[in-house]
C-alpha cells in the first residue's frame, strides 16, 4: 500500500570514551548494516569526557555523514550518564543504544528494529557468549546477577547488556527518572510495557582496551544493588538481632553457671575474639548504612548529571528547545519539560504565560 507518511526516524546512541581507534570502523559497519534499511538514522555519538582523538575523529565523521552528531561532557561522568545524555538528546521513534567498541556488533541491530515494528516497546539483548572475556570478569559478572537477582525487588536476565531499543514513549519515561546513581540495566526492567529478549555474541573489543576496571563494575554493582533493594539494610537489622538474642542467652547461661556450677576463670583470647568480632560487625553494618546514605546525599544535592561541553548537529538543551518539543509532541512535554533545569523551566513557564 503506497503512503506519503515520512520514514520513521531511528537514533543509534554511542557512548564512547577514548575510543578514537574503533570509531571509524564502527560507523563504517553501522553504514552498511543500516544504510539498506527503510528507516531514517541518525548516529548521535557521546564522548564521555576523552582524553585521545575521539573528538577529532568525530569532528572528522561528521564531515563525512551529516547524519552524525555528538556530544562532548565536560568531563568523563562514566558510561551511564553518558548514555543518559544520548538519551535525552535522541530525536528518534525509536533509540538503540551500543558501545562503541564493536562489541554490541551493529548487523544486529536490523533484528532489534524487526521486533519493534512487532510492536515491542523495549528490545533488549542478551549476550549468550563473549569471546576472549578474562575468567576473573566473567566469574564477577556471575556472581552480581546472582546477588543482585536475590535482593532486589526486579529481576536482571544474566548477560544482559547496554545494548537495546527502546520506543520514543519508553525513552520519554526513562529520562524523566532523575536517579543520580542510575543502572539502566535494572531501571528499564522497571518500566515495564511490552519487553523482550535477543540473544547475541559478543566479538572481542575491536581496539582499545576496557574501561571497567574490577572498581568501577564493583561501583556499578553497587549501584544496582543499592537502587533496588533494602534487603542488605533489613539483612543487617536480623543480624543484629540475632546477635542481642544470642548474647541474652550467654548472659543467661554466665548467671545460671555462676550460682550453680563450677566457676571457670574466662579466657582472654575468647574475649579477646569477640571484641574484634563483634567490632567487626558493626563496621560492616556501618557500611552498608553508609552505602544508603551516601546516595541519598547524592541524590538530594540532585547535580545534573552530566555537562555538556560542546554539542556539533543538534541543539542543547534549554527552554526554546523545550518549547519547540512540546508543541510538536504535547504528549511527551510533561516528561520533557522535567529535563530541564529551573531555570529552563521557568522561562518555559514564562514564555507559555505571555
Ligand atoms: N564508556 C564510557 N564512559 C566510561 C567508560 C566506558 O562512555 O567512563 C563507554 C566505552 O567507550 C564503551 C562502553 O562504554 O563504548 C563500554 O565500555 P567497555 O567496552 O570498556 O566495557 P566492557 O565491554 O569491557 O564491559
Ligand atoms: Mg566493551
Redesign the pocket.
Known sequence: MPTDRPPLLVSIV??????SACLAELHAELRAALDPLAFEFEFLF?D?GSEDQTLAVLADLRERDARVRYISLSR?F??QA?LTAGLEHARGDAVVTL???M?HPPRVIPRLLEAWQEGYDVVNTLRVRTEEIAAHTRLFSTVFYRVFNWAANIQVQPGAADFRLMSRRTVDVLISLREVHRFLRGLVPWLGFRQTYIEFVAPP?FAGS???TFWRSLRLALDGITAFSFYPLRRVTIFGWAIALASCAYGLYAVGAHFFGHRNVAGWTSLLLCILFFGGCQLIVAGVLGEYLGRVLEQVKSRPLYVIREAVGLKTAGARDALELAAADRHAAPVILQAFSEKGRSDVDHARAA
Open positions: 554511542i557512548a564512547a570514551y577514548n575510543e557521546v564521555d568523563n562514566g558510561h553518558a558501545d562503541a567498541d562489541q573489543r576496557s574501561k571497567f
